[in-house]
């Protein structure tokens, strides 16, 4: 058993309000399934005038991505051939409509390495691209994962039953980012409040950073103050606080709310299949293919977008530069040109690589810690809960939301 200070589990409840965390700016409202939109807007074309949400039937969200911006003429993709040529030409298809200055006093999450290009997107990939590779699974889980997983079953075990969207998935990924920050358990939720107030963020950080450029330890704020940055010239120069900062607002905007709801749709999708669940808990061989099927058949974020920045005939039609090309990879990921019966949950079919964590050059950096999270997470749930099951007197878990799709509650009983 671990000796941290468990979490508050009141305070993660607040924190992680469950239908507060389907916002509306990202479509939180809409409760429908859009799975048959999207088969019907792909048998017509790759590629559409128009976004993804209204052109699902939701006049929804206002905010996300590459949305609004009124003044640009908008496209979206709903083929898998379509996206995956998207993603193979980032200089056309670029991250972000403007340049990224990390230094200019902005911290946010799209201020940051996800909104740079080409060779100095490459550049600052690097320096964190060795903490993020398959081979490094094992630091993120024996260092923070399997403490936070057990950590938060030891607080439920007792109980017979638990609501594991909140009270499990959604702490364990923050619990896990934070960790890697060196930031003690009993700051952790402080930081991801402070999400949405950056000095806070700051103040809670900086002493964090100051103390590891005086003495590094085996974490990953340790990593980034001593990395060295390579400009053109080919002079190296460490990272300024502000481009701290910058990445720790990015791993923890990025890594967090994704993991958390793409963990409670797996957990989902197996516990309404009580016999899929059954052949998981006796051949952990499955569970891998369980998560990566999840990926495919319902990711968290369906879409991404892209900003033109040239006129270019694409998929039968013409877009010119300036424009933004949405690419539903929620579409594209049961596109039924690569994956047969794609509308089926089925952990027994051949593998192939889906675009739930994107693809090219921004293809998700932190895809092998999440999966590593998932992986952990529902191993614990199997190994330590006899008897796992959805409790039968509530309301099962339904998937909704539009950009950011996820469970409502998991209410599970056992024992
Ligand atoms: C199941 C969970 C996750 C999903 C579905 C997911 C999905 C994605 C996707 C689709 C992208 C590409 C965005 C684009 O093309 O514009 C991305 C990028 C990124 N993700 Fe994830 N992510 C997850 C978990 C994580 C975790 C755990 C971390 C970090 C600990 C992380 C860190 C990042 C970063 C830093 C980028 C930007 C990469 C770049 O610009 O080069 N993600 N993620």
Redesign the pocket.
């Known amino acids: 058993m671990s000796t941290t200070p468990t979490l508050d589990r009141e305070r993660v409840r607040q924190l992680f309000n469950l239908r507060g965390s389907y916002h509306a700016e990202v479509g939180g409202g809409y409760e429908d399934d859009p799975y048959p939109a999207w088969h019907r807007l792909r048998e017509q074309a790759p590629v559409h005038p128009g976004v993804v949400h209204e052109l699902t039937g939701y006049p929804g969200p206002a905010v996300f991505?590459g949305l609004p911006f009124p003044d640009r003429p908008h496209f979206s993709v709903f083929g898998y051939a379509a996206c995956a040529d998207a993603?193979r030409d980032p200089e056309t298809f670029a991250?972000s409509p403007r340049p990224v200055d990390l230094n200019d006093g902005t911290l946010s999450a799209s201020n940051?390495?996800?909104?740079?290009g080409g060779a100095r997107?490459r550049r600052?990939?690097a320096l964190?691209q060795p903490s993020?590779v398959p081979a490094k699974a094992r630091w993120w889980i024996t260092n923070w994962i399997e403490e936070a997983v057990h950590d938060l079953i030891d607080g439920f075990a007792a109980e017979g039953r638990a609501e594991l969207n909140v009270d499990f998935c959604a702490a364990i990924?923050i619990l896990?980012?934070t960790g890697?920050f060196g930031v003690p358990v009993d700051r952790a939720l402080a930081l991801r409040a402070a999400l949405r107030e950056p000095e806070e963020f700051v103040r809670i950080l900086r002493p964090i950073v100051a103390a590891r450029r005086e003495s590094p330890q085996d974490d990953l704020i340790s990593v980034l103050v001593e990395a060295e940055l390579t400009d053109e010239e080919g002079a190296t120069q460490r990272l300024s606080d502000a481009e701290i900062h910058s990445?720790a607002m990015?791993?923890?905007t990025?890594?967090?709310g994704?993991?958390?709801?793409?963990?409670g749709i797996t957990l989902s999708a197996l516990l309404q299949r009580p016999d899929v669940l059954e052949a998981v808990r006796a051949d952990r061989g499955l569970l891998g293919p369980a998560i990566e099927e999840s990926?495919r058949w319902t990711?968290?974020?369906p879409m991404?977008?892209?900003f033109v920045t040239r006129d270019v005939d694409f998929h039968g039609v013409r877009l010119p530069a300036g424009s933004v090309l949405h690419?539903c990879?929620g579409a594209a990921n049961r596109d039924p040109a690569r994956w047969e019966r794609p509308d089926e949950y089925d952990i027994t079919r051949r593998v192939r690589p889906s675009?739930?964590?994107?693809?090219?050059?921004?293809?998700?950096?932190?895809?092998h810690?999440?999966?590593a999270?998932?992986r952990v997470g529902i191993g614990a749930l199997l190994d330590r809960l006899p008897n796992l099951r959805l409790d039968p007197h509530a309301e099962p878990p339904r998937f909704i939301g539009m950009y950011e799709r996820g469970a409502t509650e998991i209410p599970v009983v056992f024992g």
């Open positions: 991505m993603y991250s940051s390495m996800i909104s740079m997107h600052h990939r964190v993020f990924p896990t980012i890697s990445f990015l791993l923890l990025a890594g967090s994704t993991t958390w709801k793409q963990m990926l990711p968290t974020d991404f977008s892209r690419l990879v675009f739930a964590f994107g693809g090219g050059a921004h293809v998700c950096l932190g895809m810690v999440a999966r999270e998932m």
